[in-house]
């Protein structure tokens, strides 16, 4: 090749690490023979003071829960309904990957942006608007944006998201009411 001729400009495209393909395959194969199939996580909770709390997930993980300093935790680390965003935005992107694996498209980007507006007027509880309801409490709104790439059109990849976002166990749990409960342990 001489001096004067030039390389046509080449694009490459680095994609996310793949999850597995074909077990994804067996697990929703077990989930439609077994439509009731359940799991159980399991977390427990130890406050240290103040409202700092470390939070156990299983046998390796250990997720520190406190408040900002106006609301008189440390702000040492995430607040409980930043944490619930974030196990948002990790099922929604858990989700999306999934779908996107199912469909055969490789994603080379994926980030999610969440926004909740959350209410405390009983504070919790302790003396704050005491005639407030349940339904007056908590997320009053939740805004996620999801920022996707990959080796599809846009619109392909938007109805991937939206796939993802109808079958979201977490977003499922926060759109519709569930039994709960609490007792002394």
Request: aromatic share 6%.
């Amino acid at each position: 090749m001489s001096d004067t001729e030039t390389l046509a400009p080449t694009t490459v495209k680095a994609y996310l690490r793949p999850i597995d393909a074909k077990g994804l395959a067996e697990f929703a194969a077990g989930g439609k023979a077994n439509p009731a199939r359940r799991g159980t996580n399991k977390v427990h909770t130890v406050m240290e003071g103040q409202y700092r709390s470390l939070n156990y997930v299983g046998e390796k993980h250990c997720v520190v829960v406190d408040e900002p300093l106006h609301l008189f935790g440390e702000d040492t680390a995430p607040a409980p309904g930043e944490i619930v965003l974030s196990g948002l935005g990790g099922c929604i992107a858990v989700g999306v990957t999934a779908v996107a694996t199912w469909k055969g498209v490789k994603l080379s980007r994926l980030e999610v942006f969440l926004e909740g507006d959350i209410g405390n007027p009983a504070a919790w509880g302790a003396g704050g608007a005491l005639e407030k309801t349940p339904p007056e409490m908590g997320f009053q709104a939740i805004r996620v944006k999801v920022l996707v790439e990959g080796d599809a059109s846009r619109e392909v990849l938007d109805e991937i998201v939206q796939h993802a976002n109808f079958y979201s166990p977490v977003a499922n749990t926060m759109r519709n009411p569930i039994p709960f409960e609490i007792s002394m342990a």
